[in-house]
């Protein structure tokens, strides 16, 4: 629709994590550092931790590309709603590791030798949760036990843990003191400062194909900057929004008074931010 208007090759502003849209802060090379260092030193438990719509999602998504490079063996956790028994079936199933007993101590004793197996290989084997706030103190606990398999230098099972803040709240509980003494390493994402905002819009921009430079006017820019508060999901929603007010309105330079009214119609003012 909008993208032949501004001559777009694809849509620069969709909330998806699409990995060739990063754009690489100092924060976000460090966690990407930290998560790559954890996996090749066997660290055992990595936390990733930041606000919503920070870029959480689409750093484990270049890290899974990563790991795969690596010929990693990786399974991923979108949904931490699980009971414990939930979660060991979920991960044997996404490492591909078939076993006929339902009973849990035959299951671990095949993950254990898969895991083994693996270690002799050389090849790393790293459990991914998404969403980790929402994990239920049974399944951090029987995550930590996961974390006893281990040969005397080294773990057999790396697992990162990516969550809100509200996760660094649940781990200081006291029942979870020794699953926090495991975690040796942790990164954190945050918001973009004015600066990186404009770079942030300017390279979506060019990675979509735009050849002008004014798509959106340097006031406009600094309205999204004021409303989003550096929030990369919250500037991609009004971002998107604009190109398309401006497709309509026939507008080529997207201005400050379009970010308003966009802003008033998704209620992104003050608190509100934080639930887009």
């Known amino acids: 629709m909008y993208e032949k208007y501004f001559q777009l090759k694809t849509a620069p502003f969709s ?14 090379r460090e966690a990407l550092a930290t998560l790559a260092y954890g996996v090749n030193h066997r660290k055992g438990f990595i936390l990733l931790t930041g606000d919503v719509g920070t870029g959480k ?15 990693a063996a990786t399974a991923f956790i979108y949904n931490p709603r699980l009971r414990p028994e939930e979660l060991l079936d979920f991960m044997l199933a996404d490492f591909h590791v078939r076993c006929p007993s339902t009973v849990k101590s035959r299951r671990l004793l095949r993950l254990t030798d898969w895991l083994l197996e693996r270690h002799r290989e050389g090849q790393p084997v790293v459990l991914v949760v998404d969403e980790a706030q929402q994990l239920s103190a049974d399944v951090l ?25 509200e996760l660094v709240t649940l781990l200081a509980h006291p029942s979870l003191r020794q699953l926090r003494q495991r975690i040796t390493l942790c990164c954190r994402t ?27 006017s340097p006031e ?57």
């Open 220 to 276: 406009a820019v600094a309205r999204v900057h004021d409303i989003s508060g550096g929030i990369a999901r919250v500037i991609n929603v009004l971002c998107e929004q604009a190109l398309i007010y401006g497709y309509c309105e026939n507008k080529t330079t997207i201005g400050p008074e379009a970010i308003d009214s966009i802003a008033r119609e998704y209620n992104l003012t003050g608190a509100e931010l934080t639930r887009v």
């Open 190 to 216: 945050g918001p973009f400062s004015q600066e990186q905002t404009r770079e942030y819009i300017e390279q979506r921009l060019n990675i979509a194909g735009a050849e002008r430079k004014d798509v959106f």
């Open 15 to 28: 909330v998806s994590p699409d990995p060739k849209f990063l754009y690489p802060t100092s924060a976000v």
């Open 57 to 71: 999602t689409t750093i484990l998504n270049i890290f899974m590309q990563w790991l795969r490079s690596q010929n």
């Open 141 to 165: 606990e029987e995550l930590r036990l996961l974390t006893n398999l281990e040969t005397p230098t080294e773990k057999l099972l790396q697992i990162v843990l990516s969550g809100q803040p």
